[in-house]
């Protein structure tokens, strides 16, 4: 059965699940696999709880079916799960010809989606990924959200290995696209940081072969050493260029992110007049996010009172840049991921803000490969030219690199570390950075 042939069906019955556990009646049960588990082992169980359908990647499960003959005709046999819920998501895509925009990059890319969504909001129905669903499985599970409803969709696209980012474009086939950045993360799966740039770039591949426009950070010397042979460039940055769309500056970070923009068009001696926005987040780092969202928002002909209401009202979510106070201390939480240029932004950013007694608590960043102990180096050294009040290390990484801080083997010994200085924990601003392995998301409700 082809992949049209099974849309025809999806058409029919339009929910796929791919957890035995979920299977709302007449349903279609897809059978992914993974480490520790194989869908195809759940199948017959799926069709039983009430699913129309089951696709699954291994004949073998049609040999115990003396039984429950009912069953085999409604069992589908492919090639490969994986490959047709991508292909069945693309073909689903394809039924909508609205604009989807295509989001990359090592650090900021989703709150760089949840700021274009904020800002296409004002004006259009928009359809956005949720949570984390940027990886094979999420793309797609995002994808089949779409329907009649939506006026525009911002799909994210994550990758940790060679290849990742073309398999999803080709899956999400974007219209248009932006990479947040590129830095030194997932060299575990990339193998160097021309890796990253070869993968994150494969979104440029796309748009260019089909002859897509793109939005570009100009001030980004990686990015733009990526941007040849793209025909349609739309240009941000903070740097007075004669082909930047829209400039941003820096106001204030106090602690949190003041800005100001405008649209500008050297060519027609053209400047509008700057405009102020006073945002919810913190760090200087996201002034690159505002200015993506804002030029995406402006090619999308999204008023500029309407731009900048929505990055006013836009409140960060999921420990990304959020500036937590509690009964005790205020908190700059970024726990939700960290590798060197993330963590270099957000120490960087930490000691420019003009707040006192300033304490931080790094976790350990993952997936560095042979590079693992140089960059854990260069974290305690910016640590140490910073000079905060105080610094507590956390994960094995830096166990054995010399300094001064207080180090703690896992999050758990943080927390009683807290608890037996809870008196003295008090009246500070606190930055808590690190990998969501570190599991230092549980911090704020003890500080």
């Given at each position: 059965?082809?992949?049209?042939?099974?849309?025809?069906?999806?058409?029919?019955?339009?929910?796929?699940?791919?957890?035995?556990?979920?299977?709302?009646?007449?349903?279609i049960?897809?059978?992914?696999?993974?480490?520790?588990?194989?869908?195809?082992?759940?199948?017959?169980?799926?069709?039983?709880?009430?699913?129309?359908?089951?696709?699954?990647?291994?004949a073998?499960?049609l040999d115990?079916?003396?039984?429950?003959?009912?069953?085999?005709?409604?069992?589908?046999?492919?090639?490969?799960?994986?490959?047709?819920?991508?292909?069945?998501?693309?073909?689903?895509?394809?039924?909508?010809?609205?604009?989807?925009?295509?989001?990359?990059g090592?650090n900021?890319?989703?709150?760089?989606k949840?700021?274009?969504?904020?800002?296409?909001?004002?004006?259009?129905?928009?359809?956005?990924?949720?949570?984390?669903?940027?990886?094979?499985?999420?793309?797609?599970?995002?994808?089949?959200?779409?329907?009649?409803?939506?006026?525009?969709?911002?799909?994210?696209?994550?990758?940790?290995h060679?290849?990742?980012?073309?398999?999803?474009?080709?899956?999400?086939?974007?219209t248009?696209?932006?990479?947040?950045n590129?830095?030194r993360a997932?060299?575990l799966?990339f193998?160097?940081?021309?890796?990253?740039?070869?993968?994150k770039?494969?979104?440029?591949?796309?748009?260019?072969?089909h002859?897509?426009?793109v939005?570009?950070?100009?001030?980004?010397?990686?990015?733009?050493?990526?941007?040849?042979?793209?025909?349609?460039?739309?240009?941000?940055?903070?740097s007075?260029?004669?082909?930047?769309?829209?400039?941003?500056?820096?106001?204030?970070?106090?602690p949190?992110?003041?800005?100001?923009?405008?649209?500008q068009?050297?060519?027609?001696?053209y400047?509008?007049?700057?405009m102020?926005?006073?945002t919810?987040?913190?760090?200087?780092?996201?002034?690159?996010?505002?200015?993506?969202?804002?030029?995406?928002?402006y090619?999308?002909?999204?008023?500029?009172?309407?731009?900048?209401?929505?990055?006013?009202?836009?409140?960060?979510?999921?420990?990304r840049s959020?500036?937590?106070?509690?009964?005790?201390?205020?908190?700059?939480?970024?726990?939700?991921?960290?590798?060197p240029?993330?963590?270099?932004?957000?120490?960087?950013?930490?000691?420019?803000?003009?707040?006192?007694?300033?304490?931080?608590?790094i976790g350990k960043?993952?997936?560095?490969?042979?590079?693992?102990?140089?960059?854990?180096?260069?974290?305690?050294d910016?640590?140490?030219?910073?000079?905060?009040?105080e610094?507590?290390?956390?994960?094995e990484?830096?166990?054995?690199?010399?300094?001064?801080?207080?180090?703690?083997?896992?999050?758990?010994?943080v927390?009683?570390a807290?608890?037996?200085?809870?008196?003295t924990?008090?009246?500070?601003?606190?930055?808590?950075k690190?990998?969501?392995?570190?599991?230092?998301?549980?911090?704020?409700?003890?500080?």
């Open positions: 059965m082809d992949i049209k042939e099974i849309y025809k069906l999806y058409q029919q019955h339009p929910c796929i699940t791919t957890d035995s556990r979920n299977c709302p009646k007449d349903s049960f897809l059978a992914l696999k993974g480490e520790s588990f194989n869908g195809n082992q759940f199948a017959v169980q799926a069709l039983e709880k009430g699913c129309a359908y089951a696709i699954v990647d291994e073998g499960i115990n079916l003396d039984h429950l003959e009912q069953l085999e005709k409604k069992l589908i046999l492919v090639d490969d799960c994986l490959q047709t819920y991508k292909d069945l998501a693309r073909e689903h895509r394809r039924q909508f010809n609205i604009p989807v925009i295509g989001i990359t090592t900021g890319k989703t709150t760089t949840e700021l274009i969504r904020a800002v296409l909001s004002e004006c259009y129905n928009v359809m956005a990924t949720e949570g984390n669903f940027n990886n094979d499985v999420g793309v797609p599970k995002t994808l089949f959200r779409l329907n009649d409803d939506y006026d525009i969709a911002v799909v994210e696209m994550g990758a940790s060679p290849g990742d980012i073309k398999t999803l474009v080709e899956t999400a086939e974007p248009s696209g932006l990479i947040t590129v830095g997932h060299l799966g193998g160097s940081f021309e890796g990253v740039c070869k993968t770039g494969e979104l440029y591949d796309f748009l260019k072969a002859e897509c426009p939005f570009v950070n100009r001030d980004n010397e990686h990015l733009m050493k990526m941007t040849d042979g793209l025909a349609d460039i739309y240009y941000y940055g903070q007075d260029s004669n082909d930047i769309l829209i400039r941003g500056e820096v106001i204030s970070c106090a949190f992110l003041k800005f100001r923009w405008r649209e068009d050297h060519e027609a001696g400047q509008r007049e700057w102020e926005v006073q919810h987040l913190i760090g200087a780092y996201n002034l690159d996010n505002m200015l993506a969202a804002i030029t995406i928002g090619v999308n002909n999204i008023p500029f009172e309407q731009i900048n209401h929505a990055l006013e009202n836009y409140v960060p979510s999921n420990n959020q500036m937590t106070v509690t009964e005790h201390n205020h908190l700059v939480v970024d726990a939700y991921n960290a590798n240029t993330s963590m270099k932004a957000a120490i960087d950013n930490f000691k420019l803000m003009d707040v006192p007694h300033k304490m931080a608590i960043m993952g997936e560095l490969g042979d590079v693992v102990e140089e960059e854990h180096q260069k974290v305690v910016m640590l140490t030219d910073a000079h905060f009040e610094v507590w290390l956390v994960g990484e830096f166990q054995n690199i010399p300094c001064n801080f207080r180090k703690f083997k896992d999050v758990e010994e927390k009683e807290i608890t037996a200085n809870r008196q924990l008090t009246g500070k601003y606190i930055l808590i690190g990998s969501n392995s570190n599991k230092l998301f549980q911090l704020p409700e003890l500080l």
